[in-house]
């Protein structure tokens, strides 16, 4: 069954620091994409990133970095320097046929 | 572009009323997602449409819960009778095909409020 494990429910760091936001994933499906979305406390759903399965290189944007890792089923997100307006819910979600399959999400708090 | 739009944003009503949300897609977009945040269950697909038709519909709680779109840029989604554990964000998004190949993006939500 496809499954999407965000094991951190809720993570605290101080502004400035690196964070690493951990999702690993399940899926018997041979082509697939992973993405993430950021929920702000301002409720809405901001899409991040979508990624191949076919494709492993690492994406960067900014202070957003990308690590996928097919033979462990991962698909983390790194945050570099971190900013108070990076507080927010963060969901690593799994295509499955015509869906897309969300993780519980990630609370991040960014501390000034 | 103008992204997806939903109202009312907030919607407070009594347990028995009909409530209807409302969703306008980006112009475009030919794949249509209903969905429902709650904090014990988290986001769950309730139905999806593909050129005003919908595919699926197995997340749709109950029969109390309909959903329609007309054309290519309205979609509804009611439920009549409302009871207290509809209370939720409902979401609508939208995108240029499914989520094999396509994200989907999100309107702002309606926080829906069953009293």
């Known amino acids: 069954a496809q499954k999407v494990t965000q094991a951190q429910t809720e993570i605290s760091v101080v502004e400035k620091e690196d964070v690493t936001l951990d999702c690993v994933y399940e899926t018997r499906d041979t082509t697939y994409y992973l993405f993430w979305y950021k929920q702000p406390p301002s409720g809405e759903l901001v899409f991040l990133i979508r990624r191949n399965s076919f494709d492993e290189q690492n994406e960067i944007s900014g202070r957003y970095s990308w690590n996928f890792q097919k033979s462990t089923s991962s698909f983390n997100f790194t945050i570099t320097a971190s900013q108070v307006v990076d507080s927010a819910v963060y969901f690593c979600a799994l295509s499955h046929r015509d869906k897309i399959i969300f993780g519980k999400g990630t609370r991040l708090h960014i501390l000034p | ?115």
């Not at chain 2, 112009?27 to 209903?34: N, R």
């Not at chain 2, 009778?81 to 190949?101: H, I």
């Open chain 2, 1 to 115: 572009d103008a992204g997806v739009i939903q109202s009312p944003r907030h919607e407070v009503t009594e347990m028995g009323q009909e409530v209807t949300l409302r969703c306008k897609p980006i112009s475009g977009h030919d794949y249509l997602f209903w969905y429902r945040q709650t904090m014990m269950r988290g986001l769950e697909l309730l139905i999806y449409f593909n050129n005003n038709v919908p595919i699926d519909d197995s997340g749709m709680p109950e029969d109390r819960f309909s959903a329609k779109m007309p054309n290519a840029s309205f979609s509804t989604l009611k439920i009549q009778p409302s009871e207290p554990r509809d209370s939720a964000v409902y979401f609508c998004a939208s995108s240029l095909g499914t989520g094999k190949n396509y994200e989907q993006y999100f309107g702002p939500g309606t926080r829906l409020t069953v009293t």
